[in-house]
């Protein structure tokens, strides 16, 4: 704890700068942890800061600081945090485009420069060192292991050729990586603190969801160069923070989650904005649900909903929208087309709808999920929307992973003591056939298949970890990639394809 000179109290400025800078940066705008500003702890009113600081926070890498500071110091820092910052930087088109830089050493080559199978390629995000490695998928070498901005956050984004990847950091910065010519092609600040990207069906543009400034960037593919920022601001005037966008390709359309408005905004890159309607052929006035700018290429709906929805999972026509509660008690369907709630799911124990996945089982589509502070998997059917199955599990997981040609489901417990399982479920019969602890004691999560499904891609999610391959049919450990903290790992072809079992 740092004391002042001068009266031997607390000081909550220092206090910050020694635990907390690491991960929320000195500025307090956010890295590997959320920006701590009044505008992101509002909602944690009272003690609950404190809270926090004192005990840390359940499935987070927020430790607790309960030794290392006494409780005035606590409360001190609390109330530290609650000070709105000095000045807020702003952050529009002229500020991102500043921070654009292209690699002036890139040379755009015309076929890959390696001989594996471009559509098997699989990378791999290693958070230990803040890493990306580019793994062939039929031999499992390393093409080659480049550097990304700190902390990347949200799923990388392929071009629909799977030529280019986008990542992008808490932080906001949006990284473009040459796969064929395994060059960084440039870098560009989106925003102060983000959430996520969405790649366009088209593969120009891409959607940057912001928590800090309250906007929408939308970049140019091309060249990182911004093509429109939009304020995100509800209908009934307030700003509010970007969850994440995902794209809607049939709908030819960005989805967003709002963090602090009961809405749901759809964002068109339609070549045709001015018809009112979705180029793609489903036929919806725009103009149904209030004013809509269009004097811009990328015009805006927004559709009010019963409840915050900070998650979202779409079926397969992307006419449907599952979306998860804030509160965690359950969920609901929205129906894009006419912008209505049609259903309710019953979804207790905060699901992470981000990873759930579907697949065939008799004459139904199911979609399954996990839960954050639940040891469930829901399985419901996509056209009833009930419930079919509550799975139990080990404890609460946070990724789940399947293949068209696997008859298995890989679900992860990646919270509490039994961090180091993994549950293999059958797809049809919707119980767990094995599980599977490959290293006892370490978290071991997150599944990606090859192209084919032969082989699954397993994460020892450790500073001194490794990516364990399985054969997909025998369930057992056929090669060991040692990893710095690998965490996420993206098949170009189940990614550019919407493969089964794979989050979109």
Not at 421 to 449: C, N, S, W, Y
Request: charged share 25%; with cysteine; net charge negative.
């Amino acid at each position: 704890m740092a004391l002042s000179l001068s009266t031997g109290f607390a000081d909550p400025r220092a206090d910050y700068l020694e635990h907390c800078a690491d991960c929320h940066l000195e500025n307090r705008l956010g890295a590997n942890g959320p920006a701590l500003i009044p505008e992101t702890l509002k909602r944690m009113r009272g003690p609950k800061i404190e809270e926090v600081i004192r005990d840390g926070r359940v499935a987070t890498q927020m430790p607790s600081y309960r030794e290392e500071l006494t409780d005035q110091a606590i409360s001190e820092l609390a109330a530290y945090l609650k000070t709105p910052l000095e000045t807020v930087p702003p952050w529009g088109e002229e500020e991102i485009m500043a921070s654009r830089v292209l690699d002036e050493d890139y040379v755009a080559a015309d076929a890959p420069i390696w001989s594996s199978d471009p559509m098997n390629i699989t990378l791999v995000v290693e958070t230990g060192d803040h890493h990306v490695s580019v793994l062939d998928g039929d031999t499992f070498e390393v093409l080659d292991r480049f550097a990304t901005p700190f902390a990347v956050h949200g799923g990388p984004k392929f071009s629909p050729d799977g030529r280019y990847v986008f990542i992008m950091s808490r932080d906001g910065w949006v990284q473009k990586y040459d796969i064929w010519s395994l060059k960084q092609v440039g870098r560009v600040r989106a925003g102060l603190n983000s959430r996520n990207i969405a790649m366009s069906g088209d593969g120009n543009w891409l959607a940057v969801a912001n928590y800090l400034p309250n906007s929408l960037t939308i970049l140019s593919t091309k060249d990182l160069s911004v093509a429109e920022v939009h304020e995100v601001v509800g209908k009934n005037g307030k700003p509010s923070r970007v969850s994440a966008v995902y794209q809607a390709p049939p709908r030819e359309s960005f989805v967003l989650a709002l963090k602090d408005v009961p809405e749901i905004w759809e964002v068109s890159y339609s070549k045709h904005p001015d018809l009112g309607i979705f180029a793609g052929g489903l036929a919806h006035d725009w103009r149904i649900e209030g004013p809509i700018a269009q004097d811009t290429p990328f015009p805006i709906r927004k559709i009010t909903t019963p409840d915050f929805l900070d998650d979202f999972f779409f079926d397969q026509t992307y006419e449907y929208v599952m979306g998860a509660s804030r509160a965690g008690t359950g969920g609901l369907v929205i129906d894009l087309v006419i912008g209505q709630k049609v259903a309710d799911l019953d979804l207790p124990g905060m699901p992470h709808l981000g990873s759930g996945i579907t697949w065939k089982r008799g004459d139904s589509t199911v979609m399954a999920t996990p839960h954050l502070q639940d040891g469930t998997v829901s399985v419901i059917d996509m056209n009833s929307w009930e419930t079919v199955k509550k799975i139990t599990t080990e404890g609460p997981g946070f990724f789940m992973r399947s293949h068209e040609n696997s008859p298995y489901v890989w679900a992860d417990v990646f919270f509490g003591p039994n961090k180091d399982a993994m549950h293999i479920i059958d797809k049809q019969t919707l119980e767990i056939v094995k599980t599977l602890r490959p290293v006892p004691g370490a978290t071991v999560a997150h599944v990606e298949f090859t192209k084919d499904g032969r082989y699954a891609l397993v994460s020892v999610w450790e500073d001194d970890g490794e990516v364990l391959v399985y054969d997909a049919k025998t369930l057992e450990i056929v090669k060991r990639l040692p990893m710095r903290k690998p965490s996420g790992k993206y098949n170009v072809w189940n990614k550019i394809t919407f493969s089964e079992g794979t989050s979109h």
